[in-house]
C-alpha cells in the first residue's frame, strides 16, 4: 500500500470515527451527562458546615489532596464503568473559572505515589500466589502515601482551601486497617488541620467510596462527603461550592472511630466468618449498645435546615399513616428527608432499640415555605424471627413511633399498643443453628415514658396471617421436551468458547456473557453486561474479517493500571492500547455508556423518584447497545467498613438496600426486553476467599437482616433475574441450596424470574487452602439454579456425566431450561 492510498484510508477512518462519535454524543451521551450534573448533588451531604459555603464566584484556590487531581468516579473491578470522560475534581473546578494556585503540588504527589509502588506490588504478589485462577492485583486498591511536600509554592494568594482525600477499592480484595486506607496518614492529617486553622473558607471533601475513620480531623469545620459521583464528580463539587447546588443527601452506613467497630474483627476468616453480632448490624448496634458514632445513620447537613412537625397519626389496621409538616427554617432552597423508626418497648426481648420502617424525600422547598408529606408502614415489618418456632411473631407491648432526620435526632410522634402476641407469618427453618449464639447488648434501655402520647391499640384481628405452601410447581415448555439431552445442557449454561472473550458476543465487545448460541433453531439469546455504576463495555473495538477485538484496555484494571504498567512486573500486554493501526480495520466502534454514582452515594439520595431516572437512563442505554440484561444493582449489606466491595452495595440497613434496588430495578424494566438482575444472593460482605468463604450465621440474623432487602426488591420490582453468591451460608452454597432458591424465592417471595449464578466453573477453587468446598454445575442445577453463567467445557462435562451417572435427570433440565427459554423470549419479543 503506497502512502497516499494509506492516508486517505486513514483520513476515512478518522472522518467516520468522527462522525460516529457526534452522534452518538448527541443522541445518548450529553442528555445522560446533563441529567446527571442536574441531579447528583442529591447523593451528597455536609458531615460539619459553617456559613463560610457557599461563595458567590470564582477565586484562587490552594487545592491539594489524594483525590484532587487522581479523582476516583468510581471503585475497580467489574462495576467499573469506561465512560467516555470524567470530570475530576482539579478539573471541574478550573471549568467552572476557579485558579489553583497549587498546580506544582499535585504534580508532585503523582511521583511520590508512583515513588511508593514497590510495597505495593510486594503486597500484590504475596496475594497472588495464594490465588488459583484469579486476578487481584487488578482491583488491590493502592493505599495513599506519606509525602513531604510544601504547598506555598505560589506568588499567586488562595482565597479558599480545599483538601480532597480519595480513597479506593475492588472487587476480589477487601480493605485494609492501615495508613492511607481505612486510616488517615501522618501527612493528611497535619495539612488538613494546618489548612483548617489558618484558612477561614477551608473544605475538606471526601472522595471516597467507604467509611474512613475521621477522628483525628473531626474538628475540621466543613467536611463535604462528594463520593464518587461517575462522569461529574469534579463538576458537582465546584456546583456546591458555588451554590448552585445544595447537597441533601444522608449517611446510609454509620460512620464510626475504627475502634468502636465492636465486630470489626469478625471479618474475612479465611475459612468461616462467624456473624457474631447477629442482627446489631450498623446502627442497630451503636443505638442499642449506646455507642455514640462520629456521624450516625441517616445524617447529613446541608446549606439549610427543616423543622418537622407532627399532623396527624392515624392506622388502617395495621398500616400506620403519619403527617408531618415540613418547614425550611434555613437560608437557602432546599431538600430533606423524613425518617421514621421504630422502638419496642422494654416488654420485648433482645430487639434493637429502633429500626428503620420507612423515609421520605422532599422536593425543593424555598425559605420560610412548607409542606405536608404522608408517609405510610406497616407494623408487620418490625415482626421479629423466632427461630423456634420458625415465624415472624410481634411481641405484645408498645412500638414507639419516632419522626426525625436521622437516627439520633427523632422525636416521638406516639406509639402502638398490642395487648397480645400476635404470630403474622409460619416458615420453616432453613439453615442450620451456627456453634454460637448472637450478640445481646448488656445495656438496659431505659425508654420514655409514654402517657402523655398519642396511641393505637392493635389486636389480632388487624392483620393477615399468612402460612406458606412450600409445593412448588415448575413450568416447563412442550417445544424444549423435543430437545436432545445436549441441547438442554447447552440451555443451562452461557455461551463459551475455547476462544477469547471477544468471541461472547456477536456484535459489540464488552457483555459480560450470553445464553447460548448452540441450539439450532433458538435464533434468540440474551447479552448481559455488569453494574452497577452503569453498563461496563468495551469503549473501542475494531473489525476485521477475522472479528470483533478489543482495541481499549479492559476498564476492570481501573486506576491501577498507570501504576502497574510502569512496573512490568506483571503481564499487561493485553491492555496495551499504545500504536493501534486503525488501518486494519473496517470499522472503529464507540461505546460511551454513562459512569453514574456508586451504590452507596445513590442510596445516600434517599431519593425513590430519583433512583428510578437513574433506572430509566441505564435502561435507554441498554436499548441503545443491544444488553438484555443488566448484572446489577447489588445490593448486599454494609456488614463492615473492611468489604472492598461496599461502594456497589447501598446500606447497612435492609429496607434502604431493598427500596433503592427496586426503584432502579423500575426504571431499568420500564424499557421493553431489557432486564435487571439483584445479586449477590446472599451474604456476600467479604472478598476475601469470596469463592469459598463460609458466612456462618444464625435463621434470625439471615432473615431480617441479609435476606430482607432482597426480599423488599423483588416484591416491590419484580426484576427479570437475580444472582446468587460466591460465598457459602452455613456450609452451603446458596446457588446450590434447594431451601434458599425454592423454599424462599419460589414459595415463600413468590419470586418467577431467572436465577443465575456469579461467573464461576464447575470444581474449580479460589485458594489453594481452602477448606470449603467449591460450586458444581451438577447440584446447582438440582438446586433449582436454571443457569450457571459463563459456562464452559468444565460444566458440560460435569452435567452430561452426572446425566450418564444417574445423579441428574432429564427432569432437572427441563425445568431448569425451562426458565432460561422462557426469560430468552420475555427480553427479546
Not at 470522560?85 to 498546580?103: N, V
Not at 504475596?126 to 495513599?144: A, D, L, T
Request: charged letters at 25%; aromatic letters at 12%.
Amino acid at each position: 500500500m503506497n502512502v497516499l492510498s494509506y492516508l486517505v484510508k486513514f483520513l476515512t477512518s478518522v472522518l467516520f470515527i468522527c462522525l460516529f462519535y457526534s452522534l452518538n454524543y448527541s443522541r445518548i451521551e450529553k442528555n445522560h451527562v446533563n441529567l446527571m450534573r442536574e441531579t447528583a448533588s442529591e447523593c451528597t451531604l455536609f458531615l460539619n458546615k459553617n456559613n463560610e459555603f457557599p461563595i458567590q464566584k470564582p477565586c484562587n484556590v490552594l487545592l491539594i489532596g489524594s483525590g484532587a487531581r487522581n479523582t476516583v468516579k468510581g471503585g475497580m473491578g467489574s462495576g467499573d464503568v469506561d465512560s467516555h470522560f470524567f470530570t475530576t475534581c482539579e478539573e471541574g473546578l478550573e471549568k467552572s473559572g476557579f485558579r489553583i494556585t497549587t498546580k506544582q503540588w499535585l504534580s508532585e504527589y503523582i511521583k511520590i505515589k508512583e515513588n511508593n509502588l514497590e510495597e505495593h506490588m510486594d503486597y500484590i504478589k504475596n496475594m497472588n500466589e495464594k490465588y488459583i485462577g484469579s486476578r487481584p492485583f487488578e482491583m488491590v486498591s493502592f493505599p495513599e502515601v506519606e509525602y513531604k511536600l510544601s504547598f506555598d509554592q505560589s506568588d499567586i494568594l488562595p482565597d479558599i482551601a480545599i483538601y480532597v482525600l480519595s480513597r479506593n477499592s475492588g472487587e476480589g480484595m477487601d480493605r485494609r486497617p492501615i495508613k492511607g486506607d481505612v486510616f488517615l496518614t501522618d501527612t493528611e492529617i497535619k495539612d488538613i488541620l494546618y489548612l483548617n486553622k489558618n484558612y477561614k473558607k477551608f473544605m475538606l471533601v471526601l472522595n471516597v467510596g467507604g467509611v474512613v475513620d475521621l477522628s483525628p480531623v473531626v474538628s475540621v469545620s466543613n467536611i463535604l462527603l462528594l463520593s464518587q459521583l461517575g462522569v461529574v464528580t469534579g463538576d458537582i463539587l465546584s456546583d456546591i461550592i458555588l451554590g448552585k447546588t445544595n447537597p441533601s443527601g444522608k449517611l446510609a452506613t454509620t460512620w464510626a472511630a475504627y475502634k468502636d467497630y465492636k465486630f470489626i474483627n469478625e471479618f474475612g476468616k479465611f475459612d468461616n466468618t462467624s456473624y457474631v453480632e447477629g442482627v446489631y448490624v450498623g446502627y442497630r448496634y451503636f443505638d442499642s449498645a449506646r455507642v455514640k458514632p462520629l456521624y450516625p445513620f441517616g445524617f447529613g447537613k446541608s446549606y439549610t435546615s427543616f423543622d418537622i412537625k407532627k399532623i396527624s397519626l392515624n392506622n388502617n389496621r395495621d398500616e400506620i399513616s403519619i403527617k408531618v409538616k415540613l418547614k425550611n427554617i434555613g437560608k437557602f432552597p432546599g431538600k430533606e428527608v423524613v425518617q421514621v423508626y421504630i422502638s419496642p418497648s422494654q416488654e420485648n426481648k433482645d430487639k434493637p432499640y429502633q429500626s428503620l420502617v420507612c423515609f421520605k424525600k422532599s422536593d425543593i422547598i424555598k425559605p420560610n415555605n412548607e409542606i405536608e408529606m404522608i408517609l405510610n408502614f406497616k407494623l408487620r415489618d418490625m415482626a421479629r424471627y423466632s427461630i423456634n418456632g420458625a415465624y415472624y411473631i410481634l411481641d405484645k407491648g408498645n412500638y414507639i413511633i419516632r419522626v426525625g432526620n436521622s437516627s439520633n435526632n427523632t422525636k416521638i410522634y406516639g406509639y402502638i399498643r398490642l395487648e397480645d402476641d400476635i404470630i403474622i407469618e409460619q416458615l420453616t427453618n432453613i439453615v442450620d443453628a451456627p456453634d454460637f449464639k448472637d450478640y445481646v447488648p448488656e445495656k438496659k434501655i431505659e425508654y420514655e415514658k409514654l402517657s402523655d402520647y398519642e396511641n393505637i391499640l392493635l389486636t389480632k384481628d388487624d392483620f393477615d396471617f399468612n402460612e406458606v405452601d412450600y409445593t412448588y410447581t415448575y413450568k416447563v415448555y412442550n417445544k424444549l421436551k423435543k430437545l436432545s439431552d445436549t441441547e438442554l445442557v447447552h440451555l443451562c449454561l452461557g455461551d463459551y468458547s475455547d476462544k477469547e472473550r471477544d468471541l461472547f458476543n456477536d456484535r459489540r465487545l464488552g457483555m459480560a456473557g450470553t445464553t447460548t448460541k448452540k441450539i439450532e433453531g433458538l435464533k434468540y439469546y440474551i447479552n448481559m453486561a455488569d453494574g452497577p455504576a452503569g453498563l461496563r463495555l468495551t469503549r473501542i473495538y475494531g473489525i476485521n474479517s477475522e472479528g470483533i477485538h478489543r482495541l481499549s484496555r479492559d476498564i476492570i484494571i481501573g486506576n491501577n493500571y498507570l501504576y502497574l504498567a510502569k512496573k512490568k512486573k506483571i503481564n499487561l500486554v493485553k491492555n496495551k492500547t499504545d500504536s493501534i493501526d486503525y488501518s486494519k480495520y473496517s470499522k472503529i466502534g464507540y461505546q460511551y455508556p454513562t459512569a453514574i454514582p456508586i451504590a452507596t452515594a445513590l442510596a445516600q439520595s434517599f431519593n425513590i423518584e430519583y433512583i428510578e431516572r437513574i433506572g430509566r437512563m441505564v435502561g435507554k442505554e441498554m436499548k441503545y447497545y443491544n444488553v438484555h440484561l443488566w448484572l446489577a444493582p447489588a445490593m448486599n449489606i454494609h456488614r463492615n467498613i473492611l468489604c472492598g466491595r461496599n461502594f456497589e452495595y447501598f446500606s447497612e440497613d435492609p429496607l434502604v438496600s431493598g427500596k433503592i434496588a427496586a426503584a432502579l430495578v423500575r426504571g431499568v424494566q420500564r424499557y421493553k426486553n431489557r432486564g435487571a438482575t439483584v445479586k449477590h444472593f446472599a451474604g456476600n460482605n467479604q472478598e476475601f476467599n469470596r469463592l469459598n468463604s463460609n458466612s456462618i450465621m444464625s435463621e434470625r440474623a439471615l432473615r431480617e437482616i441479609y435476606l430482607k432487602g432482597f426480599k423488599i426488591a423483588l416484591q416491590e420490582s419484580n426484576p427479570k433475574a437475580l444472582m446468587t453468591s460466591y460465598n457459602l451460608i452455613n456450609g452451603i452454597h446458596p446457588s446450590e441450596n434447594e431451601l434458599f432458591l425454592i423454599d424462599v424465592l419460589r414459595s415463600e417471595w413468590k419470586y418467577d424470574g431467572l436465577i443465575m449464578t456469579d461467573w464461576s466453573h464447575t470444581g474449580r477453587m479460589h485458594f489453594l487452602a481452602s477448606k470449603n468446598p467449591p460450586q458444581y454445575a451438577f447440584e446447582i442445577i438440582k438446586g433449582g439454579n436454571n443457569l450457571m453463567m459463563p459456562g464452559d467445557t468444565s460444566d458440560y462435562n460435569e452435567l452430561t456425566q452426572k446425566l450418564n451417572d444417574k445423579l441428574l435427570t432429564r427432569d432437572d433440565l427441563l425445568r431448569c431450561a425451562s426458565k432460561v427459554y422462557e426469560t430468552i423470549l420475555l427480553l427479546n419479543k
